[in-house]
């Protein structure tokens, strides 16, 4: 059995995450435990302005195998990975000739891209260049090679976040622009949803090529660790939309896309909350990371309603540690939901409430 020196536990973890996103640990949950690290420390102090240049890859492997360290004195859920933050936007919007920008976040260790829109009008959609002869291609390729190096018999390396659909048409031309081509251009949206198919298979593709699985799975930043070869997908454009436009315009490239792999992890932000149902209800789902944002009730605080609109679904959201102490005190927690508690005081604390995660019953 292959194991990770950075999590002692991993055999054991891997089967209750099996059960969970088979669907069969409705009444059980799961938790993973951040606690106090050095390594964030050090990274805001050697980033004290967000806006970066691209980083030395070789730096990036050097913090995650000092960031993830932490995870060997962790008995939690928890499947230590590192993530392709670098790529994680902008990768696509430069693939295609965008002019990528980079940003320091050092709350997680993150440096994660953007590209501004890339189109001035439409009319220059047919002459966007060809991904493959990108530089950013090859450079997407050797970072992933030093970090399956890095990585090896450490810790895992996360699948990252996809850009297709209506995220890589804002990649285009932005939001506001987006939104109007619905109804103004629809032929072209349909024709860059295509493109975008295409170019985010390719990316998705090459990974599963490069990063071989973990005990026949993927390792995930959101959800740990799910059986096959797993893809994290997005539909942040129709949290602004009805339910119809998702239907309309958004379920069908989700869902091509899906077939593809062995299924797909989603998020659904706060404002996006009322497309539950129909995300849920999406082919070869495995999990849902449900996010808060301000304006909207703690994801946490409100689990019962929402595990009444996706009854089997598996759940993964935040929580802090002491409201997740008292829920799990107090024999509040949801089952079937693995709980990302925030701010634990240190590794001992989160062992103890470990134990007590692992004997609850919802």
């Keep these: 059995m292959e194991t990770l020196s950075y999590k002692p536990n991993a055999g054991a973890v891997v089967e209750r995450l099996r059960r969970l996103y088979a669907r069969q640990a409705q009444d059980e949950v799961f938790a993973s435990f951040e606690i106090p690290n050095p390594a964030l420390d050090r990274f805001a102090a050697q980033h004290p302005t967000p806006f970066c240049e691209y980083p030395d890859p070789h730096e990036r492997v050097r913090f995650w195998q000092d960031a993830l360290s932490v995870h060997a004195s962790l008995e939690d859920d928890s499947v230590p990975c590192a993530y392709l933050s670098e790529f994680d936007q902008g990768l696509y919007g430069g693939l295609v000739g965008g002019d990528v920008r980079f940003v320091a976040h050092p709350e997680n260790g993150w440096v994660s891209s953007m590209v501004p829109p890339l189109l001035k009008t439409w ?26 190096e890095g990585a090896r018999g450490r810790f895992g390396v996360s699948h990252f976040i996809m850009i297709d659909s209506l995220n890589f048409v804002y990649e285009l031309v932005g939001a506001t622009a987006t939104y109007t081509a619905l109804t103004d251009e629809p ?35 959101m959800a740990q660790w799910i059986p096959g070869r797993i893809v994290s997908e997005s539909v942040d ?53 449900l996010g808060d944002d ?3 009730p703690e994801a946490a605080d ?27 005190e107090r024999h509040e927690l949801t089952g079937g939901v693995f709980y990302k508690v925030k701010g634990a005081p240190d590794a001992g604390s989160a062992n103890r409430v470990t ?5 609850y019953r919802a």
């Design 355 to 359: 134990e007590k995660v692992r004997a």
């Design 123 to 148: 009319s220059d959609f047919d002459r966007l260049p060809d991904p493959a002869a990108s530089p950013w291609l090859e450079c997407y390729r050797s970072q992933m090679k030093l970090f399956v």
């Design 237 to 289: 454009p129709y949290h602004m939309t009805s339910v119809k436009y998702f239907e309309t315009w958004g379920r069908e490239p989700v869902e091509r896309m899906l077939a593809n792999f062995d299924g797909g992890v989603m998020h659904l932000h706060g404002n996006g909350r009322h497309l539950l149902e129909a995300v849920a209800s999406i082919a070869k789902l495995k999990a849902l990371y």
């Design 302 to 328: 409100v689990l019962p309603q929402l595990r009444q609109r996706a009854a089997a679904l598996p759940f993964v959201t935040q929580i802090p540690y002491a409201s997740f102490v008292e829920k799990l």
């Design 294 to 296: 301000r304006g909207y």
């Design 187 to 221: 032929e072209m949206v349909h024709r860059a949803v295509n493109f975008a198919y295409d170019l985010n298979l390719m990316v998705q593709r090459m990974f599963f090529e490069h990063v071989p699985l973990f005990q026949s799975g993927t390792v995930s930043n």
